[in-house]
């Protein structure tokens, strides 16, 4: 006898009410609870604190679990031992329920494994002090790289590179040294560098008396078998070895030097394979991200093992931490067979993964209902909105619109200032098909940046969370935003 299904009451405001039904509406029959909906004495449901929830809310008999708005403040445990039943917050927009209930009914992906090493390099390294050095190496490691390698200057041995190795690996650094001059090499490695970039048949000699690792790499790159001598020299010496084709600039034969990734792979399928993805990312001016993500994706299903990135130029000055995350993504998709979407969107920064607009009616019922003076801003296709008890403000020109709303409502200079900073983030995220959310910063997946929280009358969050416990949950003043 199959178990009864669980009761879910959904905690909700006036205002998102016909919402929530709607939504759960569709939600009957795909999971298996029961949901009830409690409506509280609050137009707005993103105001709720926990404190005052506690005060107002009455649980009907045989409820398994309660549901709250994703705004709520508060300790919830405090509702559960008073309650003695499980609380939890829902998704922020409540339209995000169906996502929810299914990532609730799966397990969490853990994305802690991966099989490709990071080496960033840091160019022109000698020509950097000691601090700025280590400043860089930090914050390449802090980003997952595993390995620093040490970029120097063509035809110009340095004395600083092996002291400044050192320092390196003292702080607890894998160093590789990338320079063909003789003695700038040996003593990076009798400083400490684990590996060399690179050997040809031009320095295997010398390379062969290093107790080292050394980056292989062809003499003529359309003649992958000019390898071999050098692999045999080195293999004979006891040197480990690693093997990189050289990947080529898009417009430089880039899709003939992937193919020789591949065949790399096929005539020496023991040996691990090296990729220096720079020449694409550095020299393809578009944001890295996506271009390393393809990158990466071919290193994962050719089994290329290390790789190495750079950030000189400015649209690939995350490269590192991109890798990172995609060498994880796709080490988990390739592993448990799926393609790399609904996983993890952390690497959608332009767009969102998912963008919800309230349509035209919604927005009339809403302006219908409103009785304060407090201004809801709305990013609809259709341009932006703005309402409050005086009217329903609409235009695709932020500057109109407020001067449209100015001649219905006295503002404080503070409180248009507020108003007009709420209309850039909602027409930003209108051009670029991002989620517009009111008081809350636009995301940018993992470049995103907290914003501040701050006590201002017109944000309401805090100030007006407060007034509306201390009023019974209809505000009073400021600026309530979003209902949930």
């Known amino acids: 006898m199959s178990s009864p299904p669980s009761r879910i009451l959904f905690v909700t405001g006036k205002l998102a009410e016909p919402a929530l039904r709607q939504t759960l509406a569709e939600l009957s029959g795909q999971d298996d609870f029961e949901a009830e909906i409690v409506v509280l004495g609050i137009s707005v449901a993103a105001l709720m604190h926990v404190r005052w929830i506690s005060r107002k809310l009455e649980l009907p008999e045989g409820i398994d679990r309660v ?4 705004w709520c403040q508060g300790d919830i445990s405090q509702l559960e031992q008073q309650y003695g039943v499980p609380f939890e917050r829902g998704p922020k927009d409540l339209r995000d329920l169906p996502r929810f209930f299914s990532r609730k009914s799966r397990e969490p992906v853990q994305l802690d494994r991966y ?12 020509l950097l002090g000691d601090a700025e050095l280590m400043a860089i190496a930090e914050r390449y490691r802090g980003a997952g790289a595993d390995r620093i390698d040490y970029g120097c200057i063509a035809g110009e041995g340095s004395a600083v590179s092996a002291r400044h190795v050192k320092l390196l690996v003292d702080n607890g650094f894998s160093v590789s040294i990338d320079s ?6 040996e003593q990076s490695v009798a400083a400490g560098a684990s590996l060399v970039l690179s050997g040809n048949s031009s320095n295997v000699d010398w390379l062969a008396e290093l107790d080292v690792e050394v980056v292989v790499i062809p003499d003529d ?4 078998e000019t390898m071999q001598p050098v692999i045999d020299k080195l293999q004979q010496a006891g040197n480990a070895i690693r093997l990189d084709p050289i990947l080529e600039p898009i417009g430089f034969r880039f899709f003939n030097s992937l193919q020789r990734y591949a065949e790399t792979r096929r005539l020496w399928p023991g040996l691990p394979v090296m990729m220096g993805i720079g020449n694409v990312t550095e020299l393809s001016e578009v944001d890295s991200a996506g271009v390393n993500f393809l990158l990466i994706a071919i290193c994962q299903e050719l089994g290329v093992t290390s790789i190495l990135t750079t950030e000189v130029i400015n649209w690939a000055r995350t490269s590192v931490q991109e890798i990172d995350f995609c060498r994880r993504l796709l080490k988990y998709a390739l592993a448990e067979k799926q393609i790399p979407k609904h996983i993890d969107s952390r690497l959608v920064r332009l767009r969102d993964p998912y963008v919800h607009q309230q349509g035209e009616a919604e927005l009339a019922e809403m302006a219908a209902q409103l009785r304060d003076p407090n201004f809801r801003v709305f990013s609809e296709p259709d341009g932006l909105h703005l309402m409050n ?12 619109l407020m001067a449209e709303a100015l001649q219905k409502n006295e503002l404080s200079a503070s409180h248009a200032f507020y108003l007009g900073y709420e209309l850039a983030h909602a027409e930003t995220a209108r051009q670029l098909g991002k989620q517009y959310v009111q008081d809350e910063a636009l995301n940018w997946g993992d470049l995103s940046r907290e914003r501040k929280k701050r006590k201002d009358r017109h944000a309401f969050r805090e100030a007006d969370a407060a007034n509306a416990e201390a009023n019974d ?3 009073k003043s400021g600026n309530a935003g979003d209902a949930e």
């Open 180 to 185: 063909f001059d003789r003695s700038e090499v």
């Open 221 to 224: 790159f359309d003649r992958l």
């Open 115 to 126: 099989d490709i090493e990071i080496l960033a390099e840091i160019n022109h390294a000698p």
């Open 67 to 70: 549901i709250l708005p994703g």
């Open 473 to 475: 949950g209809e505000t």
């Open 389 to 400: 008890r005086t009217g329903h403000f609409r235009g695709e020109d932020p500057f109109e």
